[in-house]
């Protein structure tokens, strides 16, 4: 599975953003000019070979036929609920600001939903950030954990679970990196980072013993816990996003035209390598990620590239292998592919989502994936920055390269304008179909004074796979209930927290409250949900791939939490089935190389599969 010969061209090798992006444009240039040149010569031949024109009989001029009929109505009533206050949930979001404009107040804060005390119910996980030193505020901000009654109430119970704690704290990562069947957390910061080791319902923070605290220079955003070795253990990747201190920050002294002192763009700071911890499978982690390939450097000046905001973790090639994607705000995005040796190649470039269509890096933030047409077509969805469309890479046939096709699949146009964090790929109305939706939110309070068509507040967004009926893959939802509400969009994640087959969304938002959306689509549709346990494999299933078959398409999902924005979904994945009451098939691949098919019996519940005991064929 791992004797793919490199497929790295000098693109990859040079290292450099601006050179990469220019000969991607010359490429372009280059291929323009010959299209012009055949052209030229066409009309040549037609201008020497033409004869007289002969009479034609007149033929009445009609309209043409669309390519697809529309949708009659517009996509469905897909309605979002606020049931924030009713729920229990009472979380805001401190994120220290006191008028200096520090960079890391804008970043916003990470959820995560997990199953923390084993009762079959998603609970919620809210990261805190802090007050600057010597600004403190009135009350000490802490980390929320809330747990699920089972009917989509919540109650605080930070305290006694021992997550009573306060940092200046970024994203989140979940995994049951010890297999004891107790899902453990990681919490990323600005300074060190803190890992909390479950023992059966308490946390106890394990850090240093474990070795992953990394410096407190550090300021590491998006984790994913993932088996990068096929081994049955959980490793621990972490983004870093950019050297940062409070003295750097006021010296860069970045300004906005109108505004006077604003917060400083990335592009002025230097960017930073992420980590990648492999489990020694006692308990503690050994720092690989000098050898193991996962260091992107600027030639010319040795430092790091990267400037990571989101990452998630899928295997985009298929040979058995889980490879990372890595979303970069203003460089190339990278794309981390496993060699299955324990070394990584960086293929970003090469495999086509390092840049935007036109040759660009954007402002990158959340990052999902998932087969959003029902076949072999992998798709990648990057929220970017204000005035810069959402990334939707997809591959052709199944097979790399990925090409952007966010214009042609309806998404660019509507998410041009928005400042987006969050992306989320789900079947929000069971039809069988991913949907997409966004988090969004600016920077700056007063944006609207300089760039009148800007807002601090902004309302997510909604859209609705159409599938093949429609000249766009994707449209939108015009009125996507309490969804559309404005906020200062930051996390976004999914679970199905009431137990009614769909799927709900928490968002938070950048110093103000959490959001919880209750999804009130009626449909009727029937679904089936599925969690796995691993035994050969990690026992959380990380990397396992479940397809489905009911009335003869198939659809795809990957057992991977870390998705989004800072964020972590649900373990169990949910297969939306129409008009379907039958499943003609599920095959789960797990991440140990056993396949397995899952015999069900009724539709409209949630059921577990544990991996089978047979002989490991790694």
């Known amino acids: 599975m791992n004797d793919r010969p490199s497929e790295r061209s000098s693109l990859e090798e040079v290292g450099s953003d601006a050179r990469i992006a220019r000969i991607f444009r010359y490429s372009v240039i280059a291929a323009s000019a010959l299209t012009v040149l055949v052209l030229a010569g066409l009309v040549a031949w037609w201008w020497i070979a033409r004869e007289d024109p002969k009479p034609v009989d007149e033929v009445p001029v009609t309209a043409p036929e669309p390519l697809t009929p529309p949708i009659a109505g517009g996509p469905p009533v897909l309605p979002f609920t606020d049931i924030t206050h009713q729920a229990g949930i009472d979380f805001t979001h401190v994120n220290g600001a006191y008028g200096e404009r520090l960079l890391p107040e804008t ?10 005390n084993n009762s079959g119910h998603p609970d919620i996980l809210l990261v805190n950030s802090s007050y600057w030193p010597g600004h403190e505020g009135p009350e000490r901000p802490r980390l929320a954990l809330y747990e699920n009654d089972g009917t989509g109430r919540f109650t605080d119970v930070t305290e006694q679970a021992g997550l009573d704690i306060d940092l200046y704290g970024m994203g ?8 004891d069947g107790w899902v453990d957390v990681f919490i990323t910061a600005v300074g060190h ?17 474990a070795g992953v605290g990394g410096l407190e220079r550090d300021w590491s955003t998006a984790a994913a816990f993932f088996d990068s070795n096929n081994n049955g253990l959980l490793d621990l990747y972490v983004s870093n996003y ?6 750097i920050d006021l010296e860069i002294d970045f300004r906005l035209t109108g505004l006077g002192r604003a917060y400083g763009a990335p592009n002025h700071f230097h960017g930073m390598h992420g980590y990648l911890y492999r489990n020694n499978g006692d308990g503690t982690f050994g720092d690989v990620s000098a050898e193991a390939g996962i260091r992107v450097v600027e030639p010319a000046t040795g430092r790091a590239v990267g400037k990571a905001l989101g990452v998630v973790a899928i295997d985009y090639d298929g040979d058995g292998w889980m490879d990372l994607v890595v979303a970069n705000d203003t460089v190339r995005n990278f794309l981390f592919r496993n060699r299955g040796d324990g070394t990584f190649e960086e293929v970003g470039a090469f495999e086509g989502v390092a840049f935007d269509r036109d040759g660009r890096a954007t402002g990158a933030m959340g990052i999902d994936a998932g087969w ?63 949907d997409f939706l966004q988090a969004n939110g600016h920077l700056e309070h007063e944006i ?29 939802v015009s009125d996507p209930g309490d969804l559309a509400t404005p906020m200062v969009g930051r996390a976004m994640a999914h679970a199905d927290f009431d137990g009614d087959g769909d799927l709900d969304l928490i968002v938070t938002q950048n110093g103000r ?32 791939e479940v397809r489905l078959t009911a009335g003869g398409e198939t659809q795809r999902r990957l057992v991977s939490p870390t998705r989004s924005y800072l964020s972590q979904v649900e373990l169990p994945v949910t297969f939306g089935l129409g008009d379907h009451e039958t499943v003609d098939r599920v095959e789960i691949r797990w991440p140990s190389g056993i396949v397995q098919t899952v015999e069900v019996d009724a539709v409209n519940q949630l059921i577990t599969v544990v991996e089978p005991d047979g002989e490991d064929p790694r």
């Open 107 to 116: 970043i916003g804060a990470g959820v995560a939903v997990l199953d923390y």
């Open 172 to 179: 989140v990562a979940v995994g049951d990196y010890d297999n």
């Open 193 to 209: 980072n803190r890992l909390f080791r479950n023992e059966q319902g308490r946390f106890r923070e394990v850090t240093d013993e």
């Open 242 to 247: 950019v050297e940062w201190s409070p003295e």
């Open 372 to 434: 959003l047409r029902n076949d072999d077509d992998l798709g990648i969805a990057i929220g970017n920055f204000a005035n810069e469309p959402s990334s939707l890479y997809v591959t052709a046939d199944g097979t790399p390269p990925f090409a952007d096709e966010a214009m042609i699949e309806g998404i660019a146009g509507p998410t041009r304008l928005a400042l987006t964090f969050g992306v989320l790929f789900i079947d929000v109305d069971l039809n069988g179909r991913l």
């Open 448 to 476: 609207n004074t300089v760039h009148p068509s800007q807002h601090y507040e902004q309302p997510g967004q909604l859209f609705w796979n159409c599938g093949e009926a429609c000249a766009t893959r994707f449209v939108e």
């Open 513 to 544: 409250p959490a959001v919880l959306l209750r999804n009130d689509q009626n449909r009727g549709h029937h679904w089936l949900r599925l969690r796995l346990v691993g035994t050969q494999s990690n026992r959380d299933a990380i990397g396992a």
